[in-house]
């Protein structure tokens, strides 16, 4: 059973010139559960990102880690990425948040998955690229939601 995870940066809505903020969507299907929600992100937490995927990649680091949202009583995405086991795979640990009809209700989907190592190498490839170019477009880190790390 094939999981997803999908970022979307979206038209850069601020001041293009600096683009020190990116406008993401974030969106998991897995095991037949789905959230989707929307966020501001600095572009400093995407390149830390970034770089902690190629720690973990190259053994130098234990894992990456993406939050979305402001603080912690707005945040809105968690992606927690790390190695599975000593195989060439990572586990992928996805939590999304959104409120709801009222301001005070959170709706929340917590999954994870394990990805091959290819599937790693084309997300952090075109993440990178994504926010350099700082155009629109998506980006997606697809496993195995059966697979056990």
Known sequence: MTADFQLTLNEYQANPESADFLAVRAAVACRGFSGETGFWISRRDVDRFLGDIAGIRDLSGHSAQLL?????????LRLKITRAGLSNGFVAWVRIATTGPRGDQWNRVETEFVCPLESMLAFELD???????????????????????
């Open 127 to 149: 993440l990178g690229r994504l926010v350099g170019e700082q155009k629109p477009g998506m980006v997606v880190l697809s496993g195995d939601a059966e697979a056990i790390a």
């Open 68 to 76: 979305g949202g402001w603080d912690d009583s707005e945040e809105r």
